[in-house]
């Protein structure tokens, strides 16, 4: 049966776009705090700006595995709440809490005893690893704090409690911004404290993130109710669905947030003018395409909760239409991106003319790559994986980055000793390439998998 590139379900397009949007303001929200660090630390000086971008990459790092066990959460979560089957996102949020931890209290202790070691992989630029280590010691004590935040918002956001995400990041980016001025300056009577001041800022602002969520929960969730209590029950069955569901997820994202710091080392290594001129990019890049990344977690919640209520034939209609959608934000995303290049550059005071220039080179070939990014990405982690397939997007992530970016993006850094903008262009050459796997892998939905005995799917 012919399938219509868009479908007539106008239930599908309210819960896809009210999701979409609130997630999207959210990440636009969480970005803008990274952008208002690295202005305000651009003003500061270049070493600093630098130092905290080598740090960000273990924070990425650390955001990558918590965010494939929130993930791995979403994914069971969004079937269950089709199902109205509460206590088993009780119990997948509880083993995703325990994992989060662990994997921030690891990371925690790695920088807290080995700083220099970690920064001196991304960079050998000393000015620039002493002022990251001012900031990676104090910085460091937010990782459990995103850590249990970010689980709790996963289990909310599958049961399409979004708008509370919103509001938390409200908060957080005006706390943030105000100590930023404040103690990275020395304004109103504050010490000038640099990138330390930038880091006091963030623990500050995470600390009062987890607390508003807690308090949402104890107070207004009406969905759920989970209970401090239900952190401590361990469901062995659970546990083991839990493995073979999210345990690709986890393993996808560590391979995405390793590759990174792959990537950063690469670049980091060129100089400290291509690590400010790539955290600059980077972060512009982040904060356009909230919409593309806003449409993945939102295709998670739709399709998981389609085949969750037992309406898995819808499932092909919803996924055609996704896919014109996404390609429809791709050029959207490329444009805005292009166009508002130069206005964001220009906020940046004190970086080199080397740094600027680089910048404006990096958003230019991400302007390009967005596109494919905005198709291939919500396939892959919205579609595919919310479908069943979690291991797919794990081998398909691992081929494209350990065997061709990283090794094309090695050899044309230090063997041919191409331009900065050469190699930045191979190291993101993955988000187009995975275009061609994506459009066979969707479209012949061999993807629909099945995870319990009450859910009929048609794969």
Same mark, same amino acid.
Request: positive net charge.
């Given at each position: 049966?012919?399938?219509?590139?868009?479908?007539?379900?106008?239930?599908?397009?309210?819960?896809?776009?009210?999701?979409?949007?609130?997630?999207?303001?959210?990440?636009?929200?969480?970005?803008?705090?990274?952008?208002?660090?690295?202005?305000?630390?651009?003003? =500061?000086?270049?070493?600093?700006?630098?130092?905290?971008?080598?740090?960000?990459?273990?924070?990425? /790092?650390?955001?990558?595995?918590?965010?494939?066990?929130?993930?791995?959460?979403?994914?069971?979560?969004?079937?269950?709440?089709?199902? %109205?089957?509460? &206590?088993?996102?009780?119990?997948?949020?509880?083993?995703?809490?325990?994992?989060?931890?662990?994997?921030?209290?690891?990371?925690? /202790?790695?920088?807290?005893?080995? *700083? !220099?070691?970690?920064?001196?992989?991304?960079?050998?630029?000393? *000015?620039?690893?002493?002022?990251?280590?001012?900031?990676?010691?104090?910085?460091?004590?937010?990782?459990?704090?995103?850590? @249990?935040?970010?689980?709790?918002?996963?289990?909310?956001?599958?049961?399409?409690?979004?708008?509370?995400?919103?509001?938390?990041?409200? $908060?957080?980016?005006?706390?943030?911004?105000?100590?930023?001025?404040?103690?990275? =300056?020395?304004?109103?009577?504050?010490?000038?404290?640099?990138?330390?001041?930038?880091?006091?800022?963030?623990?500050?602002?995470?600390?009062?993130?987890?607390?508003?969520?807690?308090?949402?929960?104890?107070?207004?969730?009406?969905?759920?109710?989970?209970?401090?209590?239900?952190?401590?029950?361990?469901?062995?069955?659970?546990?083991? /669905?839990?493995?073979?569901?999210?345990?690709?997820?986890?393993?996808?994202?560590?391979?995405?947030?390793?590759?990174? &710091?792959?990537?950063?080392?690469?670049?980091?290594? @060129?100089?400290?003018?291509?690590?400010?001129?790539?955290?600059?990019? $980077?972060?512009? !890049?982040?904060?356009?395409?909230?919409?593309?990344?806003?449409? &993945?977690?939102?295709?998670?919640?739709?399709?998981?909760?389609?085949?969750?209520?037992?309406?898995?034939?819808?499932?092909?209609? =919803?996924?055609?239409?996704?896919?014109?959608?996404?390609?429809?934000?791709?050029?959207?995303?490329?444009? +805005?991106?292009?166009?508002?290049?130069?206005?964001?550059?220009?906020?940046?005071?004190?970086?080199? *003319?080397?740094?600027?220039?680089?910048?404006?080179?990096?958003?230019?070939?991400?302007?390009?790559?967005?596109?494919?990014?905005?198709?291939?990405?919500?396939?892959?982690?919205?579609?595919?994986?919310?479908?069943?397939?979690?291991?797919?997007?794990?081998?398909?992530? +691992?081929?494209?980055?350990?065997?061709?970016?990283?090794?094309?993006?090695?050899?044309?850094?230090?063997?041919?000793?191409?331009?900065?903008?050469?190699?930045?262009?191979?190291?993101?050459?993955?988000?187009? /390439?995975?275009?061609?796997?994506?459009?066979?892998?969707?479209? %012949?939905?061999?993807?629909?998998?099945?995870?319990? *005995?009450?859910?009929?799917?048609?794969?």
């Amino acid at each position: 049966m012919r399938v219509a590139l868009f479908t007539k379900d106008k239930d599908f397009y309210k819960r896809l776009f009210s999701l979409i949007i609130v997630i999207a303001l959210q990440n636009l929200v969480v970005f803008s705090v990274n952008l208002a660090d690295n202005v305000m630390l651009g003003g =500061y000086s270049e070493a600093g700006l630098s130092g905290v971008a080598l740090v960000n990459q273990i924070q990425f /790092l650390l955001q990558m595995l918590v965010m494939g066990t929130a993930e791995g959460i979403v994914v069971l979560s969004a079937r269950s709440w089709g199902r %109205r089957d509460i &206590a088993s996102i009780r119990l997948v949020t509880a083993i995703g809490m325990l994992l989060a931890l662990i994997v921030a209290a690891f990371m925690f /202790l790695a920088v807290q005893i080995f *700083p !220099f070691q970690a920064l001196g992989f991304f960079s050998n630029d000393a *000015p620039v690893i002493a002022e990251g280590v001012k900031y990676l010691r104090i910085v460091s004590f937010t990782y459990p704090f995103f850590a @249990m935040s970010s689980i709790l918002l996963a289990m909310l956001r599958s049961v399409e409690t979004v708008k509370v995400g919103f509001m938390v990041s409200v $908060s957080t980016l005006i706390i943030n911004v105000c100590l930023n001025y404040t103690l990275i =300056y020395g304004h109103f009577g504050a010490p000038q404290l640099g990138v330390q001041g930038a880091a006091i800022a963030t623990l500050t602002s995470r600390i009062v993130e987890f607390f508003i969520i807690v308090i949402f929960l104890a107070k207004f969730d009406e969905k759920v109710k989970i209970k401090l209590k239900d952190f401590f029950h361990f469901d062995k069955p659970m546990f083991l /669905l839990y493995l073979k569901v999210g345990a690709p997820v986890i393993g996808s994202n560590a391979v995405w947030g390793v590759a990174q &710091a792959f990537q950063t080392s690469i670049l980091g290594h @060129m100089g400290a003018a291509s690590i400010a001129a790539n955290s600059i990019a $980077s972060t512009v !890049f982040q904060i356009v395409s909230v919409i593309c990344y806003g449409s &993945a977690s939102a295709t998670s919640i739709v399709i998981g909760k389609t085949i969750g209520e037992g309406n898995s034939h819808k499932v092909k209609e =919803y996924a055609i239409t996704l896919e014109i959608l996404y390609l429809i934000i791709g050029a959207l995303s490329g444009l +805005s991106l292009f166009l508002l290049k130069d206005v964001v550059i220009s906020f940046y005071g004190s970086i080199s *003319p080397e740094a600027y220039q680089l910048a404006i080179q990096f958003m230019t070939v991400l302007s390009v790559t967005i596109v494919g990014t905005a198709y291939q990405m919500p396939c892959l982690t919205g579609i595919v994986r919310s479908g069943g397939d979690t291991k797919f997007v794990l081998i398909n992530d +691992s081929i494209f980055m350990w065997l061709i970016v990283l090794p094309a993006s090695f050899l044309a850094a230090f063997v041919f000793h191409f331009p900065p903008v050469v190699v930045f262009a191979c190291l993101k050459s993955d988000q187009i /390439l995975k275009c061609f796997v994506a459009i066979p892998k969707v479209n %012949r939905f061999k993807w629909i998998r099945s995870f319990s *005995p009450e859910e009929k799917v048609e794969a």
